[in-house]
């Protein structure tokens, strides 16, 4: 079974960036759209960005409209969430997650998840 690999959590303070990394345990996986969700505690998983196979479409949250990017490196199998101008808001654990295609993710109909990496933002 393929599993989720994320990476690149961590404490910062608000205004400084990060940069999560998800790769598949394997490089043989499937021609999934991937995304990220997040967690805060006492609050339900929540989208937060997706992207296509293809890396041509992507797809955010309002609340990150604008400081978040997701990319991907296709000969890296690899997907990236940079985040930038951090708020105490986004602190939660972020999940990797791969679904059929992008609608998919937004919806969060997903396939696989990652276990989950902490981002703590001190304001």
């Known amino acids: 079974q393929v599993h989720l690999v994320e990476s690149g959590g961590g404490l910062v303070q608000a205004g400084d960036s990060l940069r999560l990394s998800c790769a598949p345990s394997r490089r043989t996986f499937s021609r999934y759209a991937m995304g990220w969700f997040r967690q805060a505690p006492g609050k339900e998983r929540e989208f937060v960005s997706g992207i296509s196979w293809s890396g041509a479409i992507t797809d955010y949250a309002d609340s990150v409209k604008g400081r978040f990017t997701i990319s991907k490196n296709h000969a890296k199998n690899t997907v990236y969430l940079q985040m930038d101008k951090l708020k105490s808001e986004d602190t939660a654990v972020y999940y990797c997650?791969?679904?059929?295609?992008?609608?998919?993710?937004?919806?969060?109909?997903?396939?696989?998840w990652g276990q989950g990496t902490q981002v703590t933002v001190s304001s």
């Open positions: 997650a791969a679904g059929q295609d992008s609608r998919a993710v937004r919806t969060g109909a997903i396939e696989v």
